[in-house]
């Protein structure tokens, strides 16, 4: 089975060594996706397996055989952005704009988790099945993406906006 990257078939490299990452930057030219340390700790290569945020540069393409892979490319429909995209322009949660893509990502799965319930070291209550997406709480569950131009604020203004405490 291929692997479905932003609605599209893609064949499985033959060869198994290739990262996501790789495969995604390299062999098919799609660029949102960055390649920062290549190691797994910044959150740069962020992208969405079946709707749960990892990381492209720590998993092999064949690992996701038969999956759907979102980018940063396959968030906006009809060359309408994303309201998460949107709204990272309008609070200005970008500089560089090099982590934008994988905290777009990440924060998009990060949601989903909260959706589910699912506690961060924050969380005041365990028990409690509904997730308050406070700035504290966005700022705990997105502490894997860092930013090395110092956007946080807007970035966590953005996703506030969208999702969070702030949401409309």
């Known amino acids: 089975m291929p692997i479905v990257i932003n609605g599209v078939a893609t064949e499985v490299p033959p060869d198994p060594r ?8 390299e062999r098919l030219t799609m660029t949102g996706t960055k390649k920062g340390c290549n190691q797994g700790a910044c ?6 397996a079946d709707g749960e945020r990892i990381l492209s540069c720590l998993a092999l393409a064949v690992q996701y055989d038969g999956r ?7 968030l906006s429909e ?19 704009g090099y982590c934008t893509p994988g905290q777009i990502c990440s ?8 959706n589910r319930g699912a506690p961060c070291h924050v969380t005041a209550d365990l028990a409690e099945e509904t997730v308050v997406l406070t700035r504290e709480q966005i ?14 604020n807007g970035i966590v203004e953005a996703i506030a906006a969208t999702y969070g405490d702030g949401a409309s």
């Open 68 to 74: 759907r892979i979102t980018t940063v490319e396959g």
């Open 139 to 152: 700022r705990e569950r997105m502490s894997g993406n860092l930013c090395r131009c110092g956007a946080h």
């Open 78 to 96: 009809n060359d309408t952005l994303h309201p998460l995209q949107q709204a990272f322009v309008e609070h200005d949660g970008f500089q560089c």
């Open 18 to 25: 290739v990262s996501l990452l790789d495969l995604l930057r």
């Open 107 to 114: 924060a998009i799965g990060m949601v989903a988790e909260a």
């Open 43 to 48: 959150g740069a290569c962020t992208v969405l």
